[in-house]
């Protein structure tokens, strides 16, 4: 079943933002992910959003692929600049195949 991996994204730093994203970007590719979403403002229609957060959803094949990916040694590089370069919001979810 496919998995997705949902982030709500605020850029701290975004030399180091764009270092994270080409080492996330790059693993993702690795464990078979796709970005269905990168870097969007939503259009909210109820409720509310921080204006400066944006959204990210990466597709995996499997719940069990997209936990491998973030469990890799390739993501835990992007995840050292993660801390001074984002604050996020991070979640996994089944799709409905």
Do not use: K
């Not at 030399?15 to 590719?29: C, K």
């Not at 597709?59 to 040694?73: G, H, K, L, Q, V």
């Amino acid at each position: 079943m496919t998995a997705y991996v949902i982030s709500e994204v605020e850029i701290l730093d975004e030399q180091l933002a764009d270092r994270y994203r080409e080492l996330a970007r790059n693993s993702i590719e690795q464990y078979d992910g796709r970005y269905v979403v990168r870097g969007a403002s939503p259009d909210v229609v109820e409720g509310s959003w921080p204006v400066e957060q944006r959204v990210v959803v990466v597709e995996f094949p499997s719940m069990r692929r997209a936990r491998e990916w973030y469990d890799s040694p390739e993501y835990a590089r992007a995840l050292e600049v993660r801390g001074s370069a984002l604050e996020r919001r991070l979640f996994f979810v089944e799709g409905t195949d």
